[in-house]
């Protein structure tokens, strides 16, 4: 099938804004065809939600005889807001990429060769279950192990279908030792917060009236409808943005300020703004005095410890006076203030302290659970779904719990995978069930990730593409894409919340299935085979059918609802067969939308009136009419009484608990983590781009349109110095690995630090377009890890740069 979109007609789909008749929903039919197209029954719009990166935008697919013509936004929906960005306008090429798995695959050469046969899906699940000449399958690999399921590890990407695929490992089968993509993405923020304010929350930024952003390259890394917001209405309504990053980003060309920031520097920056709020006594004292728990103590740690402008200018290159400026004009600004969240994993070893500093200074102008500040916002409850999880006696603990000082359920990825290559296990992992998640790009040091991949005496991929980890595999499972199939409902919470519905477009192509039925089917294959073995080593279990199926063992009871039935009972439960009759048919439903919809403008829309939005929702009255009806659960409201979700139900500037564990109580600058560039070296960093969603855009053809391949930046003194110009290809070069790709000289980095995105550099020779284009990060970022939650840190290689060709 070959499907030919011109950039021009791309570029016109991606700013094209849907522009509604009427001014209410109920005069609105967004999924009506025009009159031509009505007489003929092929033409089709249907609501979906976008998967090309995690922001799950609504959309509308317009299909014509089964072909998916192209996407358009859906403005029903107040997260997106009548927006698609380029990459979600480019999901039609995911669908129709040539290079799509088509098929199930079972490896038939030496591991990582590419050589694989075509096989029917019986006979992948039977390779799964009792393996090839080549590989081992599950019965040989629990058996081994005595039923220790633990010994299977797997890991996914986010996703709305990823709680199926790990609920399916975890409650079913059985095994503890889980990684997802937290650890190598938003863990460190999001554990900071939730421990210093309660929750990571949401920067109000339409609302705020000042903002830092500290590493967080929204203009360009990631362009959502709140990143429109920065924009079009904080700025253009007059708010302060302030930019700190090495680089002068497309974020920090449309700020008021830039300030360019040495590498790891972040925390002694924040640290000197408090130094200079409290000093100056600038804080919100009753805020402080009501609702922030040992302040004294962060007063007198931060004064004594002489955390002054002065002392921060020396170490993050930024000028005394800029400092105490910012910090007054912050405070002058606040409670409408926020010093941004931050996204993606660690940057440096400090980061667990960074994060705490700033959600702290937020707290101190209190703009937390206020409008402007970070809000919490409120979710529409859904009822969850069961299952019957069975108990296995023989399973251990998963692996990595000793690699950092807390480390969740998602794990550590790189802790976890280099215990395992270095075989520091307390029992080895034989088997490794991956989905949606490449992480032989999006790991650092992919060196180790292949080592970790050629231990296992199983691999088994479910995935859309063929990436670098598909090639690595034994079993291959093509997944349909999210055009394809119906996912789990959700409920999306904030100051506006909503539920939507990712709904399938068209039936899937080829040979492939959703993850549901992909798992179904495996589960089928395998439920009985390995309960046999359970009961051979679980000396616990009955062997009756009866306690097979009562205590969970069938594996199939999982799938006895099909995705669609399961999403239907869940919501109709709560909210009714007329509401789920508008779910199906817009894509979003909350309560009164009938109402509280509106067009106001030409691309600006109502979703709820500003007296219902949920800004403050821990101190407002449970007897407000707010507070009433379906939007919110009553009983979760009630616990809160007004506090937020810490342990004392305070903001906590002094966690003494965390000096037991081994770290700081209160955020404390350590100089013996941070390290200098040495000379003729360059501190590597790396981020994303906007028409790239990781590396799971690689291969789309419509976005290499827009930006062909990576390049890497360097200050151009230093460049000139080193005789490199535009577009010379250079080899890169760190501890780990090395790499070559071509260079853009610019004045717009900061001298010593060079940068290129992340999401290229694929060596899957299966990847028509994605084949060794651009460079891969994560070939020469070394596998550091922030300490407190076992994150990848990014930002501590250094790396020597020389030219290889003009
Ligand atoms: S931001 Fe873009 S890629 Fe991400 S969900 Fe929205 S439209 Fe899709």
Not at 218 to 226: G, L
Not at 286 to 309: A, C, D, L, M
Not at 517 to 534: A, P, Q
Not at 564 to 573: C, I, W
Request: positive net charge; hydrophobic residues 35%; proline residues 4%.
């Amino acid at each position: 099938m070959k499907i030919e979109i011109s950039r021009r007609k791309f570029l016109q789909g991606s700013v094209a804004l849907t522009i509604l008749g009427g001014s209410t929903l109920s005069s609105v039919n967004l999924f009506a065809e025009d009159s031509k197209k009505k007489s003929n029954n092929n033409n089709k719009k249907i609501p979906t939600l976008c998967e090309m990166c995690v922001n799950k935008c609504a959309g509308i697919a317009e299909v014509k005889n089964g072909i998916v013509k192209k996407l358009d936004p859906n403005p029903l929906f107040p997260k997106s807001r009548n927006m698609l960005c380029p990459r979600g306008v480019a999901g039609v090429h995911a669908l129709y990429d040539p290079d799509r798995l088509k098929y199930p695959l079972v490896r038939v050469g030496k591991r990582g060769d590419g050589r694989f046969k075509r096989v029917t899906w019986d006979e992948a699940y039977e390779a799964i279950l009792n393996g090839t000449e080549d590989f081992k399958g599950l019965k040989e690999i629990l058996d081994k192990e005595k039923n220790n399921r633990s010994t299977i590890g797997y890991c996914a990407g986010e996703g709305m279908a990823e709680h199926t695929f790990k609920s399916f490992m975890f409650n079913k089968m059985g095994s503890l030792n889980f990684v997802n993509h937290a650890s190598i993405c938003l863990q460190t923020t999001i554990s900071a917060h939730k421990l210093t304010i309660g929750a990571y929350g949401q920067a109000d930024l339409e609302n705020a009236n000042y903002v830092i952003m500290a590493g967080a390259n929204r203009a360009e890394a990631i362009v959502t409808p709140d990143t429109m917001d920065i924009f079009k209405r904080t700025r253009g309504r007059g708010a302060t943005l302030i930019v700190v990053d090495p680089r002068y980003t497309n974020t920090a060309v449309l700020a008021d300020e830039w300030l360019g920031i040495k590498v790891g520097t972040d925390l002694a920056f924040v640290l000197a703004l408090t130094y200079v709020a409290i000093k100056e006594g600038l804080y919100n004292k009753k805020f402080v005095e009501q609702n922030v728990n040992g302040f004294k103590e962060y007063k007198e740690h931060i004064i004594s410890n002489r955390y002054t402008p002065e002392w921060a200018e020396k170490i993050t290159g930024i000028k005394a006076d800029k400092i105490v400026k910012i910090a007054r004009d912050f405070m002058a600004s606040a409670p409408r203030a926020i010093f941004y969240q931050g996204r993606r994993t660690a940057w440096s070893l400090q980061d667990f302290q960074f994060r705490r500093a700033s959600a702290i200074f937020t707290a101190l102008g209190g703009g937390v659970d206020i409008k402007g500040g970070i809000v919490f916002g409120k979710k529409l409850p859904l009822p969850s779904h069961k299952i019957n999880t069975p108990f296995y006696t023989n399973t251990k603990n998963r692996i990595d719990r000793d690699v950092a000082l807390m480390v969740g359920r998602n794990g550590s990825w790189i802790g976890w995978r280099n215990k395992i290559i270095e075989k520091r296990t307390e029992y080895p992992i034989r088997a490794m069930f991956t989905y949606k998640q490449n992480p032989m790009l999006s790991v650092p040091n992919v060196a180790k990730t292949k080592k970790l991949f050629e231990m296992m005496d199983l691999v088994v991929t479910i995935d859309t593409m063929p990436s670098d980890t598909v090639i690595m595999s034994d079993v291959i499972l093509p997944e349909c894409t999210y055009l394809e199939r119906e996912d789990p409902i959700k409920s999306f919470g904030g100051v506006e919340p909503a539920i939507a519905l990712r709904r399938k477009v068209i039936e899937p192509l080829y040979e492939s299935r959703p993850v549901f039925e992909i798992l179904k089917g495996l589960s089928k294959k395998i439920s009985l085979s390995l309960w046999e073995v359970s009961r051979k080593y679980d000396e616990d279990i009955d062997d009756d059918m009866e306690a097979y199926h009562e205590e969970g063992f069938d594996l199939t009871d999982m799938f006895g609802k099909s995705q669609e039935e399961v999403n239907r009972a869940l919501f109709t439960k709560k909210y009714g067969e007329k509401a789920y009759q508008t779910l199906k048919q817009k894509g979003v439903y909350y309560p009164n939308m009938d109402k509280y919809f509106k067009k106001i403008s030409k691309n600006e829309y109502q979703y709820y009136p500003e007296d219902k939005k949920y800004y403050s929702v821990l101190k407002k009255d449970l007897k407000s009419e707010i507070y009433r009806g379906d939007c919110v659960d009553e009983k979760e409201l009630a616990s809160t009484e007004g506090k937020v979700k810490t342990k004392s139900g305070k903001i906590e500037c002094n966690l003494t608990f965390l000096t037991k564990k081994g770290t700081y109580a209160m955020p404390t600058w350590q100089d013996k983590l941070y390290k200098e560039t040495p000379e003729y070296k360059f501190r590597f960093i790396t981020g994303r781009h906007a028409q790239f969603t990781q590396n799971s855009t690689a291969n789309n053809a419509m976005l290499l349109d827009l930006v062909r391949e990576n390049y890497i930046w360097i200050n151009k003194n230093q460049a000139d110095k080193l005789g490199i110009g535009y577009g010379d290809v250079v080899e890169v070069k760190s501890p780990i690995g090395k790499v070559e790709i071509k260079a853009y000289p610019t004045n717009k980095i900061i001298e010593n630090v060079v940068f290129y995105v992340h999401g290229f550099g694929s060596t899957s020779d299966e990847l028509t377009l994605g084949y060794r284009n651009g460079a891969s990060d994560n070939m020469i970022i070394s596998d550091d890890i922030e300490h407190t939650f076992g994150s990848a840190v990014m930002h501590e290689t250094d790396v020597e740069i020389r030219k290889v060709e003009s």
